[in-house]
């Protein structure tokens, strides 16, 4: 499964942007999907997941950023509002054929996409 992300871009502190994960040639809509993201000189850490029990954001995004999914496109979506500097970062898309059961650890996805940038300066 190859998973494409896009969306990604420059923005102002304070602006929204929307990412967007599809699955090249296959449909993942019953997968456990993620977005992870990871800054310059940082570990990869886990933004928000989606699963057939619900969604789980990361606690310091919480009101801000939101995944979504649509099941007719193949899509999966992070809207992403009052974006920081600290923001700044490669968003990652991640997806499972399988049940996740920590939908937290990178270890748990067995597919990812290559990532879109997203900076946030003035």
């Known amino acids: 499964v190859q998973l494409v992300e896009s969306g990604g871009g420059l923005v102002q502190p304070g602006a929204s942007l929307r990412l967007s994960c599809t699955a090249s040639?296959?449909?993942?809509?019953?997968?456990?999907t993620a977005w992870f993201r990871q800054a310059p000189g940082k570990e990869r850490e886990f933004v928000a997941a989606?699963?057939?029990?619900?969604?789980t954001n990361a606690d310091s995004l919480k009101g801000r950023f939101t995944i979504s999914r649509d099941r007719g496109k193949n899509m999966v979506y992070l809207q992403m509002n009052s974006l920081k500097p600290e923001d700044t970062a490669v968003y990652y898309c991640?997806?499972?054929?399988?049940?996740?059961?920590?939908?937290?650890?990178?270890?748990?996805?067995?597919?990812w996409g290559q990532g879109t940038q997203v900076t946030v300066s003035s």
């Open positions: 040639g296959r449909t993942f809509s019953s997968y456990d």
């Open positions: 991640a997806a499972n054929s399988a049940v996740v059961r920590n939908v937290r650890l990178r270890a748990e996805y067995s597919y």
């Open positions: 989606i699963t057939w029990f619900g969604t």
